[in-house]
């Protein structure tokens, strides 16, 4: 894969954001391909993202947005790509991103991506607590904006996957029947639910040539 690494100019960023600016269930399949970039002092990390979750805002039972409004759950009201990052069971972090329009509490869980610059084991970033050690993110980067001017987490545009799957999210039972979860059905670094309540292939999309 032959990808830029550097923060993305104006027309990328405008591009990126029209995903963002998407409802949950629409940013979630289309973030696939994507390529988060790291910095971490002198190192860039990059990781294409192959796994993602939708969670739909106020009225989603298994959302943080329906306990309501509060100081940690505050990005989920940001700008579409505000960061949100949580701890689960005291020690794990994961990586969301605010999604739909400023005001309206969706987001996309980060569940898995493929380390393509870095150095990262190619199973690193399998798994939304693993993404977020390999990345070294924690809830310091809760709030932040991936095309704030200094961020150090940053997306940019990358290929999307020739075939998508999905299924319900893992591990809730509300909306069991319904496809929240989506993936890159191809890559090996997809957690291993990728097998559990498989449904049928999304087609792959057309991007907008970069200019």
Known sequence: ???????????????????????????APLLLGHVLVRRLGKRT???????????LG??????????????????????PGT???YLIYGMYHCLNLAVDREGVPGCVLIRAAEPVLGGLDPLA??????????LGLDRRASGAHLFA???SLYLREGPPPPRIDSSARV???DAADEPRRFFDASSPAVSPFRRQRARASRPRRTRSPRR
């Open 45 to 55: 990390l990059a990781v294409r993202l192959v796994e993602t979750e939708a969670y």
């Open 83 to 85: 960061v949100y990052v």
């Open 1 to 27: 894969m032959s990808l830029d690494f550097d923060r993305p100019g104006l027309a990328e960023t405008k591009r990126l954001l029209r995903v963002l600016q998407r409802p949950a269930l629409e940013a």
């Open 149 to 151: 001017p200094r961020s």
């Open 58 to 79: 106020a009225d989603d039972p298994a959302a943080h947005a329906s306990h309501g409004r509060t100081a940690r759950t505050e990005p989920l009201w940001g700008p």
């Open 125 to 134: 970033c399998r798994g939304p607590s693993r993404l977020c050690r390999s």
């Open 171 to 173: 591990g809730f039972h």
